[in-house]
């Protein structure tokens, strides 16, 4: 391996521990543990409880409860992934707050993936991941939302990751 690989590689796991410094010992979690992404596909189809107004592009009841009016419904998806997870608790560190990825809070997750294990569209790395699309993300039976867009970082092939802070979802019951 070139001296310059070396470097970029280790310089790479430096900023991906930069983003669990301080926070917990961090937890890997296998895809049959149960992170699981719940996200927009981008396709819709027309809501199947009011009636559809095919002249306005919209639903003929505004009210309606189950597409807010709109007359459409998006369609979700859900994916389950591995990843590298720190849960923020009060004794993490002396200087919480802050990580490569984002301000967090205590509750906030970490998390650290593959970014190939997340990107919508695997042949552009640019892209949007399932996490810049989730409305909902469960790590170990708890409920999170995307604090932040993903961080992407790396160099190449497998070497590239996602780093994603998670705050408990407001609305979860």
């Known amino acids: 391996m070139s001296r310059l690989r070396r470097s970029l590689i280790r310089k790479a796991r430096k900023a991906i521990s930069k983003a669990h410094d301080g926070l917990a010992i961090p937890a890997s979690i296998t895809p049959e543990e149960g992170i699981v992404i719940e996200y927009d596909t981008g396709d819709r189809t027309k809501c199947n409880v009011c009636v559809f107004d095919p002249i306005n592009d919209t639903s003929s009841d505004p009210d309606c409860q189950t597409c807010g009016g709109t007359g459409y419904l998006n369609n979700r998806g859900t994916i389950q992934i591995g990843a590298i997870m720190s849960k923020i ?6 200087e919480w707050g802050m990580s490569t990825a984002g301000r967090y809070d205590i509750g906030d997750v970490v998390l650290s993936c593959k970014l190939a294990d997340v990107l919508v569209d ?5 892209g949007d991941t399932f996490f810049d699309r989730a409305f909902k993300v469960t790590v170990q039976g708890e409920i999170y939302e995307v604090k932040y867009n993903p961080m992407k970082l790396g160099l190449a092939g497998d070497m590239y990751t996602c780093v994603v802070v998670l705050t408990k979802d407001s609305g979860a019951a």
Do not use: D
């Open 89 to 94: 608790s009060p004794g993490a560190s002396s």
């Open 122 to 126: 695997s042949t552009n790395l640019q």
